[in-house]
């Protein structure tokens, strides 16, 4: 017969277990190389709403360059796009989500940064943008962040031009953050707000899908580095998905999703930028 402190014990033991099967299976892997060979499925964090990027089809599916670098790089690792889960990222939730293992990639117009190389790894990049201005098509005023004075602005919280914003044109500009960026475009159609910055690579993604209503301003003022992000310290996967990177590159399938997907935008495409390997 078990005495009262064993069941105690068994009960718990037995919790630690189901709680440790529950946790999603990036938290039980160190890398996402292993994950993706132990479990032969993916799930990859993405956007749902910029077009050309990352955009949740009317039939649920995903389309956009994001989705194709992250269905490239996962055919690298041993995983068929079948078996990719993608799950809709904000731009506030990408480290938080890696860190919990709720995914494990980010394929995500995800900027390298120092500040976010804290909680989390990058390999790439594989495309680099530029923070630029969307506005009204009709509206001649607003040139550039020169003229960004007395104007309302909108940007999505946790994403790198609002913190731009606030570092350098906070005394000018009323900031309003969104949780999500197509927010932001509704504000500025509907005349609330002037402005929507971002990279000039989503901007141009709704300019085209608005036609003739919002245009790109075109004199970006920054540098954005898009990286996949992976748990911090996973230096295993970081080298996996670089010379997964580098055969997109190589192969012609880079520029050929690139053309397919952001081209439509009428965004020039440009060569691909070299790998930050560390
Ligand atoms: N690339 C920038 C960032 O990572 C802006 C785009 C976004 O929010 O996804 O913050």
């Not at 105690?8 to 529950?22: I, K």
């Amino acid at each position: 017969m078990l005495t009262r402190p064993v069941l105690v014990l068994s009960a718990l033991t037995a919790l630690a277990l189901t709680v440790t099967a529950c946790g999603g299976g990036a938290q039980e892997y160190a890398s996402v190389v292993d994950k993706a060979q132990g479990d032969k499925k993916l799930v990859i964090g993405v956007k749902a709403d910029q077009p050309g990027l990352g955009l949740r089809t009317p039939d649920g599916s995903f389309a956009g360059f994001d989705i194709e670098v992250a269905k490239y790089v996962a055919k690298e690792l041993g995983v068929e796009a079948k078996d990719i889960t993608f799950k809709e990222t904000v731009s506030a939730n990408r480290e938080a989500f890696l860190q919990q293992g709720q995914v494990d990639m980010v394929v995500a117009t995800y900027s390298i940064t120092d500040a976010r190389k804290e909680k989390v790894s990058f390999a790439g990049p594989y495309f680099v943008a530029g923070q630029d201005l969307l506005v009204k098509a009709d509206d001649t005023a607003l040139t550039g962040p020169e003229q960004l004075n007395g104007k309302k602005l909108c940007s999505v919280a946790g994403s790198t031009p609002a913190q731009k914003v606030k570092e350098s044109y906070a005394k000018e500009v009323q900031l309003q953050e969104e949780r999500t960026y197509s927010a932001c475009v509704d504000r500025v159609l509907g005349g609330q707000l002037d402005a929507l910055t971002t990279d000039n690579v989503i901007l141009a993604g709704y300019a085209a899908q608005h036609g003739g209503k919002l245009k790109v301003v075109g004199k970006p003022f920054s540098t954005e580095k898009y990286g996949v992000g992976l748990k911090k310290d996973d230096s295993k996967g970081r080298q996996a998905v670089n010379d997964a990177l580098a055969k997109m590159f190589s192969d012609g399938s880079w520029q050929k999703a690139l053309q397919a997907s952001v081209g439509a935008s009428g965004f020039s495409v440009a060569q691909a930028p070299q790998l930050e390997r560390y």
